[in-house]
């Protein structure tokens, strides 16, 4: 149950909102759709779903063209079997819990003891079994959107799609879910498609994530790859935080590049290949390593802020090269005003596109 879009397009107007997208999200894996906000990701799923016309394009559900421009195919939403999660969760207020939870099972005609066992199981796996008879009115806005969430998976659908599922409930129960869902994905096989603006969320979720930038996928990958080896500046920043080099001069080795840096420092980089005209340095700042000053290779620098947040430092240290973001994980005794030594691996640094 693939879902493949080729040259998806979508217009309001003169404002093109999806500029010929052309991705494949695979069967029985969770791909999460991550960028700011407006840049097309309901829209996409809205499209995936039917509730929206493309202008131009093609739209493949298990390989069959449910969507496509010329020659005109339109398939109607209720025959497409995906079911969603909507970011404004729609439950209906005059049934209980139960009620909402077992429509789409009434509507595939699952009844009886099957139907009861299915709804309560899939309660249980939001935390809502307690809540079944109540009314859907005497809920949270988290509650409601477990409501939702547990409507959609226990349909039968192949295909969900869901649109910030988690945005309403509070930290710690959206970092539970995310592991549920991972847990439910696994057992149910089914195909996911997770829109976030959460880079966190996504990571932690994804099978693949697909970065969104303004209309298009700018970059996609497994999470990891993507957090390591991102493709532009605007890639490493919405995937972490990102120390950014403009400045500098390089020199290619037998090792790969040794770069020469404002202050007359100089840091070595395992790369293949030399980087290219406008190219910027990128480091992450978990890689840098801060020691005491002096330390063999490591490079002089002042911290201007240390902020202790529990499990790590986060420090702000001034080099000639700029100031550098870097975090710790003992917290070591630096202030602000200490001069320290820090480090970076060559094969941390990486080169981005502008
Ligand atoms: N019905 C509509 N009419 C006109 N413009 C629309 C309509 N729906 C969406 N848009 C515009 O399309 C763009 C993309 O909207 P979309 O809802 O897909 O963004 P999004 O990535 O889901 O953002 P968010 O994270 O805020 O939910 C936005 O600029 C939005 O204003
Ligand atoms: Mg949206």
Redesign the pocket.
């Known amino acids: 149950m693939s879902i493949v879009v080729r040259r998806l397009q979508?217009s309001?107007?003169t404002?093109s909102?999806?500029k010929s997208v052309s991705e494949s999200f695979a069967e029985a894996r969770i791909s999460v759709?991550l960028?700011?906000?407006?840049?097309?990701?309901?829209?996409?799923?809205?499209c995936i779903a039917g509730l929206?016309r493309p202008s131009g394009g093609e739209i493949a559900i298990a390989g069959r063209t449910v969507y496509q421009a010329t020659p005109p195919i339109w398939i109607a939403p209720e025959r497409r079997h995906v079911s969603m999660v909507f970011?404004s969760y729609a439950i209906w207020p005059h049934m209980t819990v139960f009620e909402n939870v077992a429509l789409p099972l009434r509507a595939a005609g699952i009844k009886g003891e099957r139907a009861r066992d299915t709804v309560m199981e899939t309660l249980r796996l939001v935390g809502l079994e307690t809540f079944a008879p109540r009314s859907a009115t005497q809920l949270s806005g988290g509650q409601q959107q477990r409501v939702a969430l547990a409507r959609a998976i226990v349909s039968e659908a192949p295909v969900i799609l869901m649109?910030?599922p988690l945005s309403n409930l509070d930290a710690k129960l959206r970092v539970e879910m995310r592991v549920e869902i991972r847990a439910l994905q696994r057992r149910l096989g089914r195909t996911i498609l997770f829109?976030t603006?959460d880079q966190e969320e996504a990571m932690s979720i994804a099978d693949t994530v697909y970065l969104?930038h303004a209309?298009t996928v700018i970059q996609r990958g497994a999470p990891k790859d993507l957090y390591d080896r991102p493709a532009t500046r605007h890639a490493a920043e919405f995937l972490g935080r990102a120390n950014i080099i403009a400045d500098y001069q390089w020199q290619m080795g037998a090792s790969g590049a040794v770069f020469a840096l404002p202050g007359g420092v100089t840091l070595p980089a395992a790369l293949a290949q030399a980087p290219h005209p406008g190219e910027l340095l990128c480091i992450r700042p978990e890689k840098w390593r801060v020691r005491e000053a002096g330390a063999p290779r490591s490079i002089a620098g002042r911290v201007a802020e240390a902020s202790f947040v529990g499990n790590r430092t986060e420090y702000r240290i001034d080099t000639p090269f700029g100031q550098m973001s870097a975090v710790q994980l003992d917290a070591g005794p630096r202030r602000p005003g200490d001069i320290v030594g820090i480090e970076v691996a060559a094969d941390d640094i990486r080169v981005v596109g502008a």
Do not use: F, P
């Open positions: 979508k309001y107007g404002q909102v999806l759709l960028g700011a906000s407006g840049c097309g990701k309901t829209t996409t799923l809205r929206e970011q649109d910030e829109v603006h969104y209309g």
